[in-house]
Nanobody, 116 residues
Framework: QVQLVESGGGLVQPGGALRLSCAAS????????MRWYRQPPGKERELVAA????????NYGASMKGRFTISRDNVNNTVYLQMNSLTPEDTAVYYC?????????WGQGTQVTVSS
């Protein structure tokens, strides 16, 4: 079965950086695009970044452009999110997402807290 397992979250000071990872299994990873979403406290879930199956095209939410970078390793079935210049507004639970053969799959999420 499809499994997505996020890691790398934690507490970071404003201006700091974190790298999230999402290990995928149960499907042909290199055949599907991948996405990162986040859900800030009390707010709706929003798209952070997306990457095509081969990694050749990426897009980002407006407030993430220039600060976040999505990448993937199709050998190790992992998608990454490098987050730089973090602000308190980036505090959220971050989720990995895959759409495989018409079904939506989510990881359990990893908490990112930006605070001094």
């Amino acid at each position: 079965q499809v499994q997505l397992v996020e890691s790398g979250g934690g507490l970071v000071q404003p201006g700091g950086a974190l790298r999230l990872s999402c290990a995928a299994s149960g499907f042909t990873f290199s055949s599907f695009g991948m996405r990162w979403y986040r859900q800030p406290p009390g707010k709706e879930r929003e798209l952070v970044a997306a990457i095509t199956n081969g990694g050749g095209f990426r897009n980002y939410g407006a407030s993430m452009k220039g600060r976040f970078t999505i990448s993937r390793d199709n050998v190790n079935n992992t998608v990454y999110l490098q987050m730089n210049s973090l602000t308190p507004e980036d505090t959220a639970v971050y989720y990995c997402n895959a759409r495989v053969l018409g079904r939506e799959y989510w990881g359990q999420g990893t908490q990112v807290t930006v605070s001094s």
